[in-house]
């Protein structure tokens, strides 16, 4: 049978994610797997309707499709999630509708789960068959047991073509509201007290809800402070992945574009950075997203560590808790905190002048305060993760990384806490004597509480 292979890769035919579709199709040669590199080809994709129509006539002849991509920050690369976006709105839905299909991705398991649960979604609006997903390590090919679960998951979807086995979705559609926001007055204007606010629009609609919130936010302070649209920037395209910057920070879009000058001019030296953007698909926009990738290039350095951030969204973010999600993790891994986000959901434009205005004030009071929410799972295991990683398998090549979390002691392994080695040596081995273990079973209660009791006590 014949699978079109949907390619995220903006580095095309030297992708890693690739190799594990070619493994597939050496191992199961009786199918025809035809890669289209719609992430590498986006800008011709874009260009050229011709050449949109050839790969969308292609899915369209073919028996299923495959989602290949490797991860980039939380989600799929902002290439491939413009070609997402070029499927509606070039009214190419159709192509899709009833198709088997599953998802393939690389990474290092960094937010994959909320990578595959936008792609579940997107091929669930698409009304398509969704038979089963794959989110291998980068390295996963090098292992025997590995391929063959790669194998396992290729064969379930040739099987469930073959056999027209049934599938379920795992959402609903997202319903959109026709409210129209009119925004009110500013009265009582927030004080900036010296802090850079920043707001990073997308918005392409002057009269759209997001221009008018992002307008509204803006009178919320008796100062000036700056907003920038993404679309203003000369940015000259996605993140290539090709981690040329993981020595020194240097992108190898350095020189062509205004990103990078921007990114350090701008985003760098903000106090509160404010994303604001209009909801497509199950995400942001391509250009927003665009904007996150191109971060890469400083690393896994966190990019808004001490500062605060928040979010003014026009569109069903409450329909999208993967997304809500990302914000959350997106800040936490910052090392930032989440003053806020606003959304237009509300549906009375009173109230959401009250949100942004008070969105305004937190911003101001945490940066005052230089509050930091503690983090939850999402920044502890996302930054447990990044740290095993830079210290072992990523320390080449991105040594700027390295060099970063030796400087702010970000190597904090467990096993180097002697404190806690010493106190558990000593311990396990009291507990051996079964009259002790005894003993310690019945004080272990009210012995763990002691200490807190005496910081609430003499603090």
Not at 31 to 41: A, E, N
Not at 50 to 64: M, R, T
Not at 212 to 224: G, I, L, N, T
Not at 272 to 285: E, G, L, N, P, V
Request: hydrophobic letters at 40%; aromatic letters at 12%; proline letters at 3%.
């Amino acid at each position: 049978m014949k699978i079109a292979v949907l390619s995220g890769s903006p580095k095309g035919d030297l992708s890693v994610t690739l190799q594990y579709v070619r493994f597939i199709q050496k191992k199961l040669p009786q199918h025809q797997l035809k890669v289209h590199h719609v992430s590498h080809d986006i800008q011709k994709l874009e260009k050229d309707g011709q050449a949109f129509a050839n790969v969308i006539k292609d899915i369209e002849a073919s028996d299923g499709v495959l989602w290949a991509f490797p991860l980039y920050v939380f989600l799929v690369p902002s290439q491939y999630k413009r070609f997402i976006e070029l499927i509606w709105e070039r009214g190419a839905q159709g192509a899709f509708k009833n198709k088997y299909t599953a998802v393939l991705s690389t990474s290092i398991h960094f937010f994959d789960h909320t990578a595959h649960n936008y792609m579940r979604a997107i091929c669930d609006d698409l009304d398509m068959k969704f038979v089963d997903s794959f989110s291998a390590d980068m390295d996963d090919l090098f292992l025997d047991e590995m391929r063959n679960r790669l194998l396992i998951f290729a064969q379930g979807l040739f099987e469930a073509i073959e056999k027209k086995l049934p599938t379920s979705k795992a959402y609903s559609p997202l319903t959109y509201s026709k409210f129209r926001y009119a925004p009110g007055k500013a009265k009582d204007k927030v004080d900036t007290r010296g802090m850079k606010v920043l707001v990073l629009t997308d918005s392409q609609d002057k009269d759209s809800n997001l221009a008018r919130m992002v307008k509204r936010f803006q009178e919320s302070f008796a100062q000036p402070i700056e907003v920038v649209n993404l679309y203003d920037i000369n940015i000259r395209g996605g993140c290539l992945g090709c981690v040329q910057c993981g020595f020194d920070n240097i992108c190898v879009y350095e020189g062509k574009d205004g990103y990078i000058d921007f990114f350090n001019n701008k985003v760098r030296h903000a106090d509160i950075t404010i994303y604001a953007s209009t909801i497509k698909d199950r995400f942001m926009s391509a250009r927003m997203k665009m904007s996150w990738d191109r971060g890469f290039f400083n690393g896994h350095v966190p990019a808004h560590m001490g500062k605060q951030m928040g979010f003014i969204v026009s569109g069903p973010l409450s329909q999208i808790p993967n997304l809500r999600q990302i914000m959350d993790a997106w800040a936490e891994m910052s090392l930032g905190n989440l003053a806020g986000v606003v959304s237009d959901e509300c549906q009375e434009s009173a109230q959401l002048d009250a949100l942004l205005q008070n969105m305004a004030t937190r911003c101001i009071e945490y940066s005052t305060q230089v509050y930091i929410r503690p983090k939850t799972f999402l920044g502890v295991g996302g930054y447990k993760l990044f740290r095993d990683a830079i210290w072992a398998r990523l320390r080449f090549p991105f040594t700027a990384d390295y060099r970063f979390y030796r400087k702010h002691n970000l190597f904090d392994f467990p096993q180097k806490d002697k404190r806690y080695g010493a106190f558990n040596k000593q311990m396990i081995s009291m507990i051996k004597n079964p009259e002790m273990k005894e003993m310690v079973r019945k004080m272990i209660k009210t012995e763990m509480v002691k200490g807190y009791q005496k910081v609430v006590d003499t603090k």
